[in-house]
């Protein structure tokens, strides 16, 4: 089936969409996204989403298009026109295309930024069997820029580690930097010792997580205690779980860590509960 995406204001078949040469997301990956999921053609998380999209815009002085206001109906008639019940959409919003390549930025009074979204169907999301085995990551160096707190489209380092996953016969890597795991490619990082939830604090070094948001609000109305500060590798390795969140893979345990098993080798108790109450929760209140 052909997709719909949204370019610019028009719903087209995505072999129809267009975007200029001169695009400074293509030139100069100057441009920020989101990734919303869909559980049984609902949003999840949509406003915290649209929030950090704002912030995202603001902390790059990128000019807001005329189409923020209307983001949520745009996703809903995407989701619509797809015929999507489990899946994601994906939005993109770049500086726009000025007349030639210039490293300054272009006058936003003559240059409209480029808004892009398109549909992902992912049939089943929430019930990946995967789930049920965990994922194994490996560390590596974070090579990335400083200000990972905006959710840019440079994700050359995040695909490089992937990759390097890929090759060590692992699903996905944990960054490191001055000795402390920051995030994972795509994802929030965590271990779980004696049954406190420990996860990187804020800052400049990670994406500030819708989903991680959600999943510390939660586990602190269930009584879990949460300690949001840096870790080592080392310490994960003598922790009794790990696991990872996003948007894409909601909370999804870590079982293996450089080769090491984490805890029995299996998915623990807490991740398998957060994952329950992220789903449950986040479902009742989707738009
Ligand atoms: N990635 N950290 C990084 C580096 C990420 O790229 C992501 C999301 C997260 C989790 O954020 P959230 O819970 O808001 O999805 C953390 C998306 C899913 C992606 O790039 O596909």
Redesign the pocket.
């Known amino acids: 089936m052909t997709r719909t995406v949204y370019v610019n204001g028009a719903y087209v078949p995505e072999d129809e969409a267009k975007i200029s040469v001169f695009d400074r997301g293509f030139l100069m990956a100057d441009g920020v ?3 919303t ?1 869909v559980l049984d053609g609902k949003l999840i ?1 949509f406003a ?2 649209a929030k ?1 999209l704002e912030r995202s815009l603001g902390e790059l002085d990128m000019p807001h298009p005329a189409c923020l206001p209307d983001l949520l109906d745009i996703h809903r008639e995407l989701v619509r026109r797809n015929d999507i019940t489990d899946g ?1 959409v ?1 939005l993109q919003i770049t500086r726009g295309a000025p007349a030639d390549r210039d490293f300054t930025f272009p006058d936003p009074a003559t240059t409209e930024p480029t808004v892009v979204l398109f549909t992902q169907n992912k049939p089943g999301l929430a019930d990946s069997p995967v789930a049920k085995t965990g994922i194994k990551v490996i560390s590596i160096e974070d090579q ?1 820029w400083a200000r ?1 707190d905006i ?1 840019t489209v440079q ?1 050359l380092f ?1 695909s490089m580690g992937k990759m390097m996953a890929k090759a060590a016969g692992a699903d996905d890597a944990w960054m490191v930097e001055d000795g402390a795991v920051t ?6 990082a965590y271990i779980i010792k004696n049954n406190t939830i420990i996860t990187r604090h804020l800052g400049n070094e ?9 999943v510390l609000r939660f586990a602190k109305e269930a009584q879990m205690k949460v300690e949001e500060r840096s870790f080592t590798i080392k310490e994960a390795l003598q922790a009794d779980e790990a696991f ?6 909601f909370v999804m345990p870590v079982v293996e860590i450089d080769g090491a098993t984490i805890g029995a080798g299996t998915p623990g108790p807490v991740a398998a509960r957060l994952r329950e109450i992220y789903l449950d929760e986040s479902r009742k209140v989707a738009v």
């Open positions: 996204y989101e990734v999921s998380d915290g989403h950090r994601l994906y990335r990972r959710k994700l995040p995030e994972g490619t795509s994802n929030n990670i994406l500030h997580g819708i989903t991680r948001a959600a990872i969140t996003s948007a894409s893979m």
